[in-house]
C-alpha cells in the first residue's frame, strides 16, 4: 500500500458516511424521497466505493477545480429521478468524478455523454465503463466547450425522435453560474436541466425577493429562459472533502423559444437590465439614460403602471420586458 493510499484512507477530516447507501435521508424535503429510481445496480457508489475510486488512481480532490464527490448513493438515485431519466433518454453529466451519478444515469436505460476537466478522472470513468456503448466521456472545460456541436452530433449517432436531451449533473459551486447562463438559453436542445448547487445559490435562483440585495439579473435571466423550482436540500456531510456549505438540488424546466418573454431582441434586452443593475441603488431614470433621456424613462415606467422612482430591484421579469419595449430602439 503506497503512503498516498494512507493518506487517503487515514485522512482525519474524511467525513464518516452518515447513512449507509440507500436508507432514508435526513434534510430531504418531504416527499422527495419517495421520487428515488430504484436501480438494478452493477456496482453500488457509496463512501467506501468513492474512496476506492480515488485511491486507485492515487488521486485527492482538487480544490482547483472545486471536487466534492458524493458519498451517498440515494442522492444520485434522487438527481436522476428529478429528471424522470428513463430508458432511451439522452443525458448530459457534468464533471462525471469517479462515475457515482454516470452508473444510475447507466443504469436507468439513458445514453450518456459525459464532460469531465480533470485527465486523471476522465482515465478512471473510461476505464470503469469500457464495456458500455452507451457512455461517451470527452476531456474539456465546460465553460468553455462546444457543447451545441457535441450534443447535436450525439443525437445524429443515436438517431433520437425525440429531440430533447436532459442534464443530470453534481457541479462544482464555483462555476453554477456560467453552467446556467451556458444552458438554460438551449431549450431547442435540452427539456429539463437538473443540478446539485450551493444552497445559498439554489435558493437565490428559485426564491428571489423583490427589494432586496438577492433580487440580481440572473433571477431576470433563469425566469427568462426556464420554470426553477427548489427541490431537496442535501447536507455537506454527503460530500468528500465536506465544503463548508449544504447544497440543494434545483431543476430548471426549459423554455421553448415561441415562449419567451415577447421582447424586440434578447440582447438589447439583457444588456438593459444589467446597466439598471450596474447602477442597483440607482433609480432607473438614472441608471438607463445611455438609452434615452430621463422623462422620456419615467414616462415609460408610468407606461408600465410603475413610479418614476423605480429601481431595478424593485422589478419583475414581465415589468422589465415591457419597460424595454418602450425604451429600447432596436
Do not use: W
Not at 503512503?3 to 447513512?19: D, E, G
Not at 430504484?38 to 457509496?46: K, T
Not at 482538487?62 to 471536487?67: D, E, I
Not at 415606467?301 to 418614476?308: C, E, S
Amino acid at each position: 500500500m503506497t503512503t498516498s493510499t494512507l493518506l487517503v484512507f487515514q485522512n482525519p477530516l474524511l467525513p464518516k458516511p452518515t447513512r449507509p447507501a440507500h436508507s432514508s435521508i435526513a434534510g430531504v424535503q418531504k416527499g422527495a424521497a419517495s421520487a428515488c429510481i430504484v436501480c438494478a445496480r452493477s456496482q453500488d457508489d457509496d463512501y467506501h466505493a468513492t474512496i476506492k475510486a480515488l485511491n486507485s488512481k492515487g488521486r485527492f480532490p482538487r480544490k482547483s477545480l472545486g471536487q466534492h464527490y458524493m458519498l451517498n448513493s440515494e442522492i444520485n438515485d434522487q438527481l436522476a429521478a428529478a429528471a424522470a431519466v428513463q430508458e432511451g433518454d439522452i443525458v448530459l453529466e457534468i464533471g462525471p468524478g469517479t462515475g457515482s451519478l454516470t452508473n444510475v444515469l447507466l443504469d436507468a436505460g439513458a445514453t450518456v455523454l459525459a464532460i469531465e476537466k480533470d485527465q486523471h478522472m476522465v482515465g478512471l470513468v473510461r476505464e470503469r465503463f469500457a464495456s458500455i456503448d452507451q457512455l461517451k466521456v470527452l476531456q474539456e472545460d465546460f465553460v468553455k466547450c462546444h457543447i451545441r456541436s457535441h450534443m447535436l452530433s450525439l443525437f445524429e449517432r443515436r438517431k433520437s425522435s425525440s429531440g430533447f436531451a436532459k442534464v443530470v449533473a453534481n457541479i462544482p459551486f464555483n462555476i453554477s453560474t456560467n453552467v446556467i447562463k451556458q444552458l438554460l438559453p438551449m431549450g431547442d436542445i435540452f427539456s429539463e436541466v437538473v443540478l446539485l448547487l450551493q444552497e445559498e445559490t439554489a435558493l437565490r435562483l428559485v426564491e428571489p425577493s423583490l427589494r432586496t440585495s438577492e433580487y440580481r439579473p440572473i433571477n431576470i435571466f433563469v425566469n427568462f429562459y426556464s420554470e426553477p423550482e427548489y427541490k431537496f436540500k442535501v447536507p455537506r456531510t454527503n460530500f468528500f472533502p465536506q465544503p463548508k456549505v449544504d447544497a440543494a438540488v434545483v431543476t430548471f424546466k426549459l423554455k421553448q423559444a415561441t415562449d419567451y418573454p415577447a421582447v424586440t431582441s434578447t440582447k438589447s434586452f439583457f444588456s438593459m437590465v444589467s446597466s439598471a443593475f450596474n447602477g442597483k441603488r440607482k433609480m432607473l431614470r438614472k441608471s438607463l439614460q445611455h438609452l434615452c433621456t430621463s422623462l422620456e424613462i419615467e414616462k415609460a415606467l408610468g407606461d408600465v403602471g410603475l413610479p418614476a422612482t423605480s429601481r431595478p430591484e424593485e422589478l419583475t421579469l414581465d415589468d422589465f420586458v415591457k419597460l424595454h419595449n418602450l425604451i429600447v430602439q432596436v
